[in-house]
């Protein structure tokens, strides 16, 4: 079994590896999160050891990321800890998703004792998976349909018994939501609704509430049509750790099936006796019931209990009535079918019945019992009491009532009737409907329902009617037969209401949908204008339409667009001191001229001097003024036809607006496309630059692999010297082991500063007065010995009194000393010298490095700021670097609002000028950087 170690000691890190390989383990070893996390990805270690504090990574997201991805197969987490071991740490880092937790210094016996431990349960769980596997062997070969749904709704199993009940495949189901396949397999295909158990029962099991098992019944319809019937039971289930719902299916179809006949064929049987108004009752040859239906508790009032193997006189019934009954009841068992009819009391009070007695013989012919048939027919009465009643009720209808006989004459019809047409029952009895030309003045309408008399059949229908004075008005009409008990047409009634109000309402409503319709196909105000004023011409027979415009240049009213015959008026400028498109905006209400005068026509004499009644309504809309809708004609027009201006002004303003909205859209899309065709072309110099870095990168990847191969190929050897080595030369070893050391701590601490600089971007630090003369003072004389070593001359010369700056210390002593140490590495002869000075009319700070070096070559200027560059000049292999330093040198001007300016000419020096501000830099300000090369 392997295990994953995390620790970025590495002493720590050497020991626990030798302990557990001891132990039969095999081991993977990581020093840091980012190297355990890329481990852990390509082994799948099954136990990890973790340090909880890293050098990059805290091991609490480390651990989180192990266990939420599923690309390290959720190992088994160690955590381990010598800082942080108290209860409160502890606790944290099990809910962090650790395992275990162990506090370091930890001995090798407990140690090993918390792997086993690990291994163990691992190992239980192998076993526990390899049941699981037999379990799903064994549902999946299961005849009923099993099925599993997640918290979400997905499907998560499919067996093959539910692929066989609902004919759809595992695959074409498996992650699916349930409600999906629902619908799929639903009769009539449409989704279940919010109310559906399924929805409910994983609502309450993402709740964590308990869900009892469900078991129901319904009808699928599988693909290739065919209905089954399927009983299911649902209950909550845990599967691969996760709560779930569970599903248990049985096609029970054809066990329905035969219910379904048995049923029906009881359901027949049942119908004839117990659902029939009629009495059903069967007597033995005592007279004693042995049957009585429900009905009989209608007549009696005693339910049909009462009477089984009981006589009428021990039942209680009315003894004169027993009496004539039982003699009935002889005759018919000796062989007789007997009719009769009674009266008899009932618990409703008395009513009239006929009986019928038929004998019911047994195999040999002989009477062994009579069925005897009761009805009532005291209904009969009754509807004829009632008829008196409808009558009455006829008489009184809001709606127009007449009756026609057989033959299609008239002979009744109710007061509404008169009323709509004027017309009294003596003058219309006796005609037909070909006869009522004066009320029903359409001869198609009289056509219709005199055929609706010689068919019996029912008509529905609208049509104009006519009153008596000449009023026209549109009726709903409605004919059709009345018939008897035995379906026989005994007359006709014919049933007219009155719907005028209700058609305008409708003829209002077709036309503003009309309008509607037509501006949505329209997309500009010059589309949308026509179709406008051409409806409102169509709709209020107006002889001219006009829409205006406001022009503020001319300080008028403009005539836009004009339907009609003064279309030669388009571009009329209509003096906005005397508008009255100018009224109605301001007020936002319609105004209406019914009778034109000469003082009531400011404008309209020049335009319409043809029309006699002129109305106006404002266009507005989202408090925008859009224009002024004018129609004009000969009559006056009713609050009926300005309402339906109104809202077809409603309409017509919303529609401008949008087309005016449209058009700015276009011009903006326009003016968009332009931007996107800059941006385009900004983004392709910029793909072209991130690869520029890309390969920067990759050879900065090259470099730091160079650059960690010779230290550790050195601590490698060195550390092998010191154990089999001259003795005399342990010193010597010892001191290459330190060089080492230094080169890779150098490497570590180049990235792991331009990282924290960068996340000082985001969080800055407080700065604090500093003497940059003082900081310059520290880094000269540290490096001193190291110029002096190579033969090179190290100055500094500080202007006294030098102002002080806001700076964080740390940060600009490891900017001064990346300076520093680059003006030394790549000097082989001369020196280097520094100086400062105040530019106090300015508020900055100056320092110059110059250096007598190798000078940086002109191509490489643009790109020295850049991370990972590191020249191209013949003699920077052999200079140890990372090509960071002046990349965290930026970073850190940057942080401090600093610029920074280079001159250097190649095979013979660089100079290095930096500024800095005095004073705190204003909000917005930006850092500057110039490089410049000088030809000699």
């Not at 020093?31 to 082994?43: P, V």
């Not at 690990?118 to 076993?127: D, K, M």
């Not at 397999?185 to 399924?198: A, F, K, N, R, V």
């Not at 098992?213 to 599988?222: F, L, P």
Request: proline share 5%.
């Amino acid at each position: 079994m392997t295990v994953l170690i995390v620790e970025d000691t590495l002493t720590l890190l050497r020991l626990y590896s030798t302990i557990l390989r001891r132990a039969g383990y095999a081991v993977l070893e990581a020093t840091n999160g980012q190297e355990a996390l890329a481990l852990a990805r390509r082994h799948r270690p099954p136990i990890v050891l973790l340090d909880r504090v890293l050098p990059d990574l805290e091991g609490d997201e480390i651990c989180r990321q192990l266990k939420a991805d599923a690309a390290f197969a959720s190992p088994y987490v160690i955590m381990i800890s010598a800082l942080r071991t108290s209860d409160d740490d502890r606790i944290s880092g099990l809910e962090a998703g650790a395992d275990d937790y162990l506090v370091k210094p930890v001995n090798q016996r407990e140690l090993l004792a918390r792997i086993q431990v690990a291994a163990r349960l691992l190992q239980a769980q192998l076993a526990l998976q390899a049941s699981e596997v037999k379990f799903r062997q064994l549902v999946s070969s299961s005849i009923d349909g099993i099925m599993l749904v997640d918290e979400t709704g997905a499907i998560v199993e499919w067996n093959r018994g539910q692929e066989a009940i609902t004919g759809l495949s595992r695959p074409a189901v498996v992650g699916r939501p349930i409600w999906e396949i629902q619908a799929l397999l639903s009769p009539d295909g449409q989704p279940t609704g919010e109310g559906d158990p399924y929805r409910t029962a994983l609502a309450a099991l993402r709740a964590g509430q308990e869900i009892p098992g469900q078991a129901e019944e319904r009808t699928i319809r599988r693909p290739d049509g065919t209905r089954r019937v399927v009983q299911s039971i649902t209950f909550p289930v845990r599967a691969d750790g996760a709560s779930m719902l569970g599903t248990i299916t049985r096609d029970v179809t054809v066990q329905k099936e035969m219910e379904a006949r048995l049923h029906q064929r009881e359901q027949e049987l049942r119908a004839l006796v117990e659902h029939t108004p009629d009495v059903i009752i069967r007597f033995d040859r005592e007279c004693r019931y042995r049957y009585a239906n429900p009905a009989i508790e209608q007549v009696t009032g005693m339910p049909p209990e009462a009477f089984i193997g009981r006589t009428s006189t021990e039942v209680g019934l009315d003894p004169e009535h027993v009496a004539v009954w039982e003699e009935h009841i002889r005759q018919a068992l000796a062989g007789q079918e007997v009719r009769l009819t009674f009266e008899y009391p009932t618990p409703d009070g008395p009513r009239h019945f006929e009986a019928r007695l038929t004998p019911e013989l047994d195999p040999q012919g002989r009477p062994v019992s009579v069925l005897g048939v009761v009805r009532d027919l005291t209904e009969r009465v009754q509807v004829e009491e009632k008829l008196a009643g409808l009558a009455a009720v006829v008489e009184q209808m809001a709606d127009g009532a007449a009756i026609l006989n057989q033959a299609g004459h008239l002979i009744y019809v109710n007061r509404a009737f008169t009323r709509m047409t004027g017309y009294t029952l003596e003058e219309v009895q006796g005609q037909t409907i070909q006869d009522l030309e004066a009320p029903y003045p359409q001869a198609s309408c009289r056509s219709h329902l005199a055929a609706a008399v010689q068919q019996a059949v029912e008509w529905m229908g609208l049509a104009q009617a006519r009153h008596r004075d000449g009023t026209i008005y549109e009726v709903e009409l409605s004919i059709f037969p009345i018939r008897d008990a035995q379906e026989r047409v005994i007359n006709h009634a014919l049933i007219q209401r009155d719907v005028t109000a209700r058609r305008r309402a409708e003829r209002e409503q077709q036309a503003i949908a009309a309008v509607a319709a037509a501006l949505r196909e329209a997309v500009t105000r010059a589309e949308m204008a026509p179709i406008i004023l051409q409806q409102l011409q169509l709709l209020l027979e107006a002889s001219n339409a006009a829409l205006l415009r406001e022009d503020p240049a001319q300080n008028a009213f403009v005539v836009e667009y004009v339907e009609g015959t003064h279309k030669d008026t388009v571009g009329l400028a209509i003096p906005m001191h005397h508008s009255l498109s100018g009224q109605i905006l301001e007020s936002g209400q319609p105004l209406v001229l019914n009778h034109l005068t000469p003082e009531t026509r400011p404008w309209a004499v020049q335009m319409w001097e043809d029309v006699q009644a002129l109305a106006g309504v404002p266009l507005i809309a989202q408090g925008k003024a859009m224009g002024a809708l004018w129609i004009g004609r000969e009559r006056p027009f009713s609050p009926e036809e300005i309402r339906q201006l109104v809202a077809i002004g409603d309409i017509a303003a919303n529609a401008l607006y949008r087309a005016e909205l449209y058009e700015e859209i276009q011009r903006h899309a326009a003016a968009l496309e332009e931007r996107v065709a800059e941006r385009t072309r900004e983004l392709a110099e910029a793909v072209e630059r991130l690869q520029e870095l890309d390969a920067l990168k990759s050879k900065f990847v090259s470099d730091v692999s160079h650059e960690l191969r010779t230290p550790i190929s050195s601590l490698k050897l060195y550390m092998s010297l010191l154990n089999r080595g001259k003795p005399e030369k342990r010193a010597h070893y010892e001191a290459m082991l330190s060089v080492s050391i230094d080169r890779l701590s150098q490497l570590v601490d180049d990235i792991l500063s331009l990282s924290r600089l960068e996340m000082a971007q985001h969080k800055p630090r407080e700065m604090e007065p500093t003497d940059l003369n003082g900081v310059i003072r520290q880094v000269v004389e540290m490096y001193r010995p190291k110029a002096e070593a190579a033969g090179l001359e190290l100055t500094f010369h500080p202007e006294p009194d030098l102002p002080l700056i806001l700076g964080d210390y740390n940060q600009l002593s490891q900017m001064m000393t990346n300076l520093v140490v680059n003006a030394l590495n790549y000097t082989a002869a001369g020196g280097v010298t520094i100086t400062t000075a105040a530019d106090r009319e300015h508020g900055l700070v100056h320092c110059r490095i110059q250096d007598t070096g190798l000078g940086i070559a002109p191509e490489d200027l643009p790109h020295i700021f850049d991370r990972f560059y590191r020249g191209t000049h013949r003699s920077v292999e052999n200079i140890p670097g990372t090509g960071l330093g002046l990349s965290i040198v930026k970073e850190i001007l940057d942080l401090h609002h600093g610029q920074i300016h280079i001159d250097s000419t190649v095979d013979v020096g660089t100079t290095v000028s930096i500024s800095l501000p005095i004073q705190p830099p204003g909000r917005g300000e930006q850092p500057q950087v110039d490089v410049h090369h000088h030809a000699r």
